[in-house]
């Protein structure tokens, strides 16, 4: 709170942008906003702007290769863009390239586990904004990564939370992509997130809505659905989390 007081936040986000292709600074500084944006309302207030934004941006559209760069701009980026009341940090970082950027971070760097968790997570936030959101992240092949970083990432209950939200979210608008998904697999990698992870609410709430809006009128799906024993995880979710809407 002492460096917050100081003015660290303003020093930070001048660094960042006055430095935009030193990979060094760009890492070091965005690590350092994450922590100091998290630390008070008014730091929080600093940080939350649209041209830090697009800063951090033009930061990981430099130095594309270096995975810190990308995991912690993504993680200051998630922080500011879910957190964020104002829809100046949304446009900006849509109109400055922010999906397609995120999604190729996600694409090249899979080792980095808090890239991969925050990434989801603010991707998720960005297209239940607006359809126009939605149909750019699907025509930058966005079902496909999101189902390969489930398949990958096991392990990251986050990554399989987020990958679940995002395929609702999708499935539920398009009939042609419910069938998409469903052929890519996607109704099973859903029902084993389910099966691994029955203890977390949030996990049986975003997987469950996803085979809700997977199986709506698409028969194929539901013969999937009913292959993956997806009854008996409905069952064993409501068992598991009676208190829960």
Same mark, same amino acid.
Do not use: W
């Given at each position: 709170?002492? %460096? @917050?007081?100081?003015?660290? @936040?303003?020093?930070?986000?001048?660094?960042?942008?006055? *430095?935009?292709?030193?990979?060094?600074?760009?890492?070091?500084?965005?690590?350092?906003?994450?922590? /100091?944006?998290?630390?008070?309302?008014?730091?929080?207030?600093? %940080?939350?702007?649209?041209?830090? +934004?697009?800063?951090?941006?033009?930061?990981?559209?430099?130095?594309?290769?270096?995975?810190?760069?990308?995991?912690? %701009?993504?993680?200051?980026?998630?922080?500011?863009?879910?957190?964020?009341?104002?829809?100046?940090?949304?446009?900006?970082? @849509? #109109? *400055? !390239?922010?999906? !397609?950027?995120?999604?190729?971070? /996600?694409? !090249? *760097?899979?080792?980095? %586990?808090?890239?991969?968790?925050?990434?989801?997570?603010?991707?998720?936030?960005?297209?239940?904004?607006?359809?126009?959101?939605?149909?750019?992240?699907?025509?930058?092949?966005?079902?496909?990564?999101? /189902?390969?970083?489930?398949?990958? *990432?096991?392990?990251?209950?986050?990554?399989?939370?987020?990958? #679940?939200?995002?395929?609702?979210?999708?499935?539920?608008?398009?009939?042609?992509?419910?069938?998409?998904?469903?052929? /890519?697999?996607?109704?099973?990698?859903?029902?084993?997130?389910?099966?691994?992870?029955?203890?977390? +609410? #949030?996990?049986?709430?975003?997987?469950?809505?996803?085979?809700?809006?997977?199986?709506?009128?698409?028969?194929?799906?539901?013969?999937?659905?009913?292959?993956?024993? #997806?009854?008996?995880?409905?069952?064993?979710?409501?068992?598991?989390?009676?208190?829960?809407?």
């Amino acid at each position: 709170e002492r %460096a @917050v007081a100081a003015g660290a @936040v303003d020093l930070v986000i001048d660094a960042i942008r006055m *430095h935009p292709a030193s990979a060094e600074v760009q890492e070091h500084g965005a690590a350092a906003l994450r922590l /100091l944006a998290d630390a008070t309302e008014d730091s929080f207030a600093c %940080a939350a702007r649209a041209d830090v +934004v697009v800063a951090l941006l033009e930061g990981m559209r430099l130095s594309p290769a270096v995975v810190r760069v990308q995991a912690f %701009a993504v993680a200051v980026l998630c922080l500011i863009l879910c957190d964020a009341e104002t829809a100046e940090c949304a446009e900006a970082f @849509v #109109s *400055h !390239s922010g999906l !397609s950027l995120v999604v190729e971070a /996600l694409r !090249s *760097h899979h080792s980095s %586990a808090m890239l991969q968790e925050n990434g989801y997570a603010m991707l998720r936030h960005i297209i239940q904004q607006h359809p126009i959101n939605r149909e750019s992240f699907v025509g930058l092949r966005g079902v496909e990564l999101v /189902l390969d970083a489930m398949h990958v *990432h096991k392990s990251l209950v986050r990554v399989q939370v987020y990958g #679940s939200a995002i395929l609702h979210d999708v499935a539920r608008e398009s009939e042609g992509l419910r069938g998409k998904i469903g052929v /890519l697999g996607g109704i099973e990698l859903v029902a084993r997130a389910l099966r691994a992870y029955i203890d977390e +609410v #949030s996990m049986q709430e975003c997987g469950l809505a996803a085979l809700q809006a997977l199986t709506f009128y698409c028969t194929e799906n539901i013969e999937a659905a009913a292959s993956a024993a #997806s009854i008996e995880l409905v069952i064993a979710a409501m068992r598991a989390h009676e208190a829960a809407e």
